[in-house]
C-alpha cells in the first residue's frame, strides 16, 4: 500500500507560480512513476507530468515548459513547480503513484492517488 498526501494547491494570479508536493508513504520501493493529474470542473482528468524511477519525464504539451516535476528521494517527496500560470491551468491537482508490488509479476501494477488539491489561476 502507498499513502498519498498533496499540498499546496491555493489562488494565485495568471503569471504567478505555486509549488505542489506529494508526499509518499508505505510501499515506498514498490513504487515504478509518480506523478500529476488535474481535472478541471466538466472535464476529464488529465496527466500533467510524471516522473519514472528511472528520472524519466514526460509533460502535457499545453503544460512544457511551464511546470517542472521534480522529487526529493530523502523525503519521499515529489514537487511540481508550476510558473506563468494561465486560467485555464485552473484545476484540482491530484497526485498520483503506480506501484509494481514485490513478488509480483513486471506487468502488474497498482494505482494509488492522493486527495486532491485545489489549483485556482484567476485575477
Known amino acids: 500500500q502507498v499513502q498519498l498526501v498533496e499540498s499546496g494547491g491555493g489562488l494565485v494570479q495568471p503569471g504567478g507560480s505555486l509549488r505542489l508536493s506529494c508526499a509518499a508513504s508505505?510501499?515506498?520501493?514498490?513504487?515504478?512513476?509518480m506523478g500529476w493529474y488535474r481535472q478541471a470542473p466538466g472535464k476529464q482528468r488529465e496527466l500533467v507530468a510524471a516522473l519514472t524511477s528511472e528520472g524519466s519525464t514526460n509533460y502535457a504539451d499545453s503544460v512544457k515548459g511551464r511546470f517542472t516535476i521534480s522529487r526529493d528521494n530523502a523525503k519521499n517527496t515529489v514537487y511540481l513547480q508550476m510558473n506563468s500560470l494561465k486560467p485555464e491551468d485552473t484545476a484540482v491537482y491530484y497526485c498520483?503513484?503506480?506501484?509494481?508490488?514485490?513478488?509480483?509479476?513486471?506487468?502488474?501494477?497498482?494505482?494509488?492517488w492522493g486527495q486532491g488539491t485545489q489549483v485556482t489561476v484567476s485575477s
Open positions: 508505505g510501499s515506498i520501493d514498490e513504487i515504478t512513476s
Open positions: 498520483n503513484a503506480d506501484s509494481n508490488p514485490v513478488g509480483a509479476p513486471p506487468d502488474v501494477i497498482h494505482d494509488y
